[in-house]
């Protein structure tokens, strides 16, 4: 995900460090779920969060790909995508 001021990548070993702190917030919740044993509120929703693709540093929102079919397609298919954006993707189903 992209999180801070400085909009840096963090992975869930980064906010697992600082889970206390981090994991009440939503957004951050829902991206990474399991991380902050939110499993419950958000397994099966799409992250709040912007996230990058690492291949092309290209930046999506789950919330973009509900308005625009071409772009749902692009995050579903991409590495990490369906288990990102779950609802939009049908991870759960």
């Known amino acids: 995900m992209i ?3 400085k909009e840096k990548y963090r992975s869930a070993d980064w906010v697992a ?3 206390g702190r981090l994991c009440s917030r939503n957004s951050i919740a829902s991206h990474f779920p399991l991380t902050c044993n939110r ?3 958000f397994a099966c929703k799409d992250s709040r969060k912007w996230f990058v693709d690492p291949n092309t540093d290209e930046w999506y929102l ?8 071409a772009i749902e397609e692009e995050i579903c ?5 369906r288990e990102t954006c779950r609802e939009l993707c049908g991870y759960c189903d």
Not at 63 to 69: R, T
Not at 77 to 81: I, V
């Open 3 to 5: 999180h801070g001021r």
């Open 17 to 19: 460090d600082r889970a």
């Open 39 to 41: 499993c419950d509120d």
């Open 62 to 69: 789950c919330e973009e790909g509900w308005e625009d079919p």
């Open 77 to 81: 298919n991409l590495e990490g995508g």
